[in-house]
């Protein structure tokens, strides 16, 4: 793992798979996903998530950006957040592809107590296939995605990215 210091509370963290390209399988829609944590072992935890990720029917990694750890917002009482993007295929329309992300917290032991709580694994799905959507339950792009560095930093860093 190697860590650089961008500035005050912001480190880049590289590893093995972070960044990293991976090979397409074809799959009809593409999207970026968030990806975060600050409880326990967050960048292993990331490493097993790309394995589980990369062996998912229903969707595909084609790249990963490095990693950006930085300070918690909103519930500032809590350890700092490791942040990156993953950008995949999948065939999984937006609102599926959601329910099918938050499953994946939960295999992850992702406990929701409160807005901005600590957690294990965040998945937020920030764009799919350069479509604006407005749902009660899901709106994208991300609406608050240009105001965090923990996206835009990851996401300009992301191989072979759409954006």
Request: positive net charge.
């Given at each position: 793992?190697?860590?650089?210091?961008?500035?005050?509370?912001?480190?880049?963290i590289?590893?093995?798979?972070?960044?990293?390209?991976?090979?397409?399988?074809?799959?009809?829609?593409?999207?970026?996903?968030?990806?975060?944590?600050?409880?326990?072992?967050?960048?292993?935890?990331?490493?097993?998530?790309?394995?589980?990720?990369?062996?998912?029917?229903?969707?595909?990694?084609?790249?990963?950006?490095?990693?950006?750890?930085?300070?918690?917002?909103?519930?500032?009482?809590?350890?700092?957040?490791?942040?990156?993007v993953?950008?995949?295929?999948?065939?999984?329309?937006?609102?599926?592809?959601?329910?099918?992300?938050?499953?994946i917290?939960?295999?992850?032991?992702?406990?929701?107590?409160?807005?901005?709580a600590?957690r294990?694994?965040?998945?937020?799905?920030?764009?799919?296939?350069?479509?604006?959507?407005?749902?009660?339950?899901?709106?994208?792009?991300?609406?608050?995605?240009?105001?965090?560095?923990s996206?835009?930093?990851?996401?300009?860093?992301?191989?072979?990215?759409?954006?």
């Amino acid at each position: 793992m190697i860590e650089r210091r961008l500035s005050s509370g912001l480190v880049l963290i590289r590893t093995g798979q972070f960044p990293g390209l991976f090979p397409g399988r074809g799959l009809p829609h593409r999207a970026v996903v968030g990806i975060g944590g600050n409880l326990g072992d967050v960048v292993r935890r990331f490493e097993r998530l790309l394995v589980h990720l990369r062996r998912d029917p229903l969707l595909n990694v084609l790249s990963a950006s490095a990693l950006l750890q930085n300070p918690p917002f909103g519930y500032a009482d809590q350890p700092d957040f490791i942040n990156g993007v993953l950008l995949i295929e999948t065939t999984l329309p937006p609102r599926a592809l959601m329910r099918h992300l938050l499953r994946i917290e939960r295999r992850f032991r992702r406990v929701r107590t409160f807005a901005n709580a600590p957690r294990t694994l965040d998945l937020d799905l920030l764009f799919y296939d350069r479509r604006q959507l407005d749902y009660p339950d899901l709106t994208v792009p991300h609406p608050h995605w240009r105001e965090r560095e923990s996206v835009v930093i990851p996401l300009s860093l992301l191989p072979g990215r759409t954006r």
